[in-house]
């Protein structure tokens, strides 16, 4: 007696229905805590209305959500074959000669196709929503936070300054924490953003509290006759205020999860070509082309744990097992991302190694549980 695609649709058909069910519930979730966690936050500020917050929370969910995603994939896994042993389906598979493998595949595509989903779809959509979160937080609770960004052109960065003056520093080159530029233009506004000058220099070293700029040219503007040439004067070295600290600088990088999967390649080379360090970035980029692997792992770690007939039972212990399994694999995921990014290990095997091994234990568990 054979099955054929009749079983392998209904087992993806029973996963995905289970996923879906499980990633809203997790979805609603995270917004929930996240609109506490904001409402926390304000406090008594009256000047922040409670729908602005909560819209805030559901910008911010789906990028919450997407971290959970492999637990997602896990339970509903389990949930999945659990149904089906209790409702005797897998023993009616397993005698019509159906082995653990043919159960299991269904699933681990079905999980792989949303993995591919999540990574070429979900991600970009999750990834603009919290780079608008990330802009209505530096209003609301950083409004003097500084903006920093890397294009084809360079670096650009913008600080305030003194007297309610702002400065927007322009930069061909930088080291990697952000302290010295090369071939740097700054230009001088009013808080207004009115032009006030420009400064040219060879190199700008940042020296709290100030920009020791080397070579430096300064352009400005007459503010009585605005149409009047401006006035120019060189220095071998002129201070220029600032209330920057290279922290400040590298913690001004977009963050990885705010960029569009696809547009992180161009994001990692424009970085690079400015000096500064793309681990982060790069490790984020390769963890998004692994979610597939890692999303079948997880759904295959389920599976093992939890194919076995209800009669034999044991059926708690073995969801116990398999969380705490899924855990200690999340846990070492998160250990080899935390050395990528502070680089002792590189970004390519943190990324993709963990989603490996986890497959492999989960193959090997199938493989001792079950004789098929």
């Known amino acids: 007696m054979t099955f054929g695609p009749t079983l392998s649709l209904y087992i993806a058909r029973r996963f995905f229905g289970a996923v879906i069910g499980i990633f809203c519930v997790v979805l609603f979730l995270a917004g929930m805590f996240d609109a506490i966690e904001l409402i926390r936050r304000v406090g008594a500020n009256e000047e922040v209305p409670l729908d602005v917050l909560f819209g805030m929370a559901m910008l911010r969910a789906p990028s919450i959500a997407l971290k959970a995603a492999p637990f997602v994939m896990l339970l509903a896994a389990m949930w999945t074959y659990a149904r089906l042993a209790r409702g005797s389906e897998l023993v009616v598979a397993r005698a019509g000669g159906v082995s653990a493998w043919g159960v299991a595949i269904p699933s681990l595509v079905t999980a792989a196709l949303i993995g591919a989903f999540a990574t070429g779809v979900y991600s970009p959509i999750a990834a603009a929503l919290l ?129 569009p999967v696809w547009r992180l390649p161009t994001f990692i080379r424009n970085l690079e070509e400015a000096g500064f360090s793309a681990r982060r970035h790069i490790l984020h980029f390769h963890a998004a082309l692994a979610a597939p692997l890692l999303f079948a792992s997880m759904t295959l770690l389920g599976g093992a744990f939890s194919m076995r007939h209800a009669r034999l039972g044991g059926l708690g212990e073995m969801a116990l097992f398999a969380a705490l399994t899924g855990f200690l694999v999340y846990f070492v995921f998160d250990i080899a991302h935390a050395l990528a990014g502070s680089g002792v290990i590189p970004p390519h095997p943190a990324a993709w190694g963990p989603p490996m091994a986890a497959f492999m234990l989960a193959a090997g568990l199938l493989l001792h549980f079950e004789d098929g």
Do not use: C, M
């Open 131 to 259: 780079d608008r979160f990330d802009r209505l937080e530096a209003q609301i609770f950083k409004s003097n936070a500084s903006l920093l960004s890397i294009s084809d052109e360079g670096l650009w960065l913008r600080q305030g300054g003194a007297r309610g003056q702002q400065s927007v520093i322009h930069a061909q080159a930088s080291n990697a924490d952000g302290t010295r530029l090369g071939n740097v233009t700054i230009f001088l506004l009013r808080q207004d953003d009115e032009l006030l000058g420009r400064i040219d220099a060879a190199n700008a070293v940042l020296q709290p509290p100030f920009w020791r700029l080397e070579e430096a040219i300064i352009h400005e503007i007459n503010g009585e006759d605005p149409e009047a040439p401006p006035t120019r004067t060189a220095h071998d070295v002129y201070d220029l205020a600032t209330d920057l600290t290279s922290e400040q600088i590298v913690e001004s990088f977009a963050a990885p999860e705010t960029i």
